[in-house]
């Protein structure tokens, strides 16, 4: 890597940072590019030489995460598609513990919801991925149409996690949190709920639309 590149990505970091932490102070409205420069000991110049306003920052922010989680993803993706393994979902979390504050400013939905929607719709689209690719290997049909049945995954994890990361310190390690969120895949909430045995029929059917 050049020094030039060595720098650049430097700035970056500091400016990463700099928003970071001013939005988890006065919330992402209330920050603007020379708050940023300041809290960065850098001059507007220097930032607007990266990015074109706060937004293409947060943006950036948010990209680069992704490319850090799928890279450490990846190489969970072959057993995962074959079994319910869980590791996904602790590598998904030790991460979340290790970029803490970038985390609590994306799940809080900062920036009118668009990093929270960017982030959503990636872990939705990489679900979806995994559950086709593991119900293909093991020839069975989905019930659920898995475009529901992974958003439904991906929120609950995103609603517990918002939750795990905003306690100081964690009141669950990652591995207990990963082991519970596994349990109520495998096992559904009538079993979380503390009842045995087969869950009773539905009362009443949901009408359909006419």
């Known amino acids: 890597m050049s020094t030039e590149d060595r720098r650049s990505r430097r700035?970056?970091?500091l400016l990463r940072d700099a928003l970071v932490s001013l939005a988890l102070e006065r919330g992402y409205s209330n920050v603007t590019v020379e708050d940023i420069t300041e809290r960065a000991d850098l001059g507007r110049a220097t930032f607007y030489k990266h990015y074109a306003d706060k937004d293409a920052l947060l943006?950036?922010?948010?990209?680069?995460?992704?490319?850090?989680l799928h890279a450490r993803l990846l190489p969970l993706v072959p057993t995962s598609s074959v079994g319910f393994t869980g590791k996904p979902v602790l590598e998904l979390f030790r991460h979340a513990l290790e970029e803490r504050?970038?985390?609590?400013?994306?799940?809080?939905?900062?920036?009118?919801g668009r990093a929270?929607?960017?982030?959503t719709d990636a872990r939705t689209a990489a679900a979806a991925h995994v559950f086709r690719a593991r119900a293909e290997h093991h020839g069975v049909s989905p019930r659920?149409?898995?475009d529901v049945l992974a958003r439904a995954w991906v929120g609950e994890q995103?609603?517990?996690?918002?939750?795990?990361?905003?306690?100081?310190p964690p009141q669950l390690s990652p591995e207990e949190v990963t082991g519970m969120l596994l349990d109520l895949s495998l096992r559904g909430r009538y079993w979380a709920n503390g009842f045995d045995g087969a869950p009773p029929d539905r009362a009443e059917e949901i009408p359909a639309e006419d």
């Open 59 to 68: 943006s950036r922010v948010v990209s680069d995460l992704l490319e850090e």
């Open 11 to 13: 700035t970056r970091r």
């Open 144 to 146: 659920i149409d898995l």
């Open 158 to 168: 995103i609603a517990v996690m918002r939750w795990w990361l905003e306690t100081s």
């Open 101 to 112: 504050d970038v985390y609590r400013v994306i799940l809080r939905g900062e920036g009118d």
């Open 116 to 119: 929270l929607q960017e982030f």
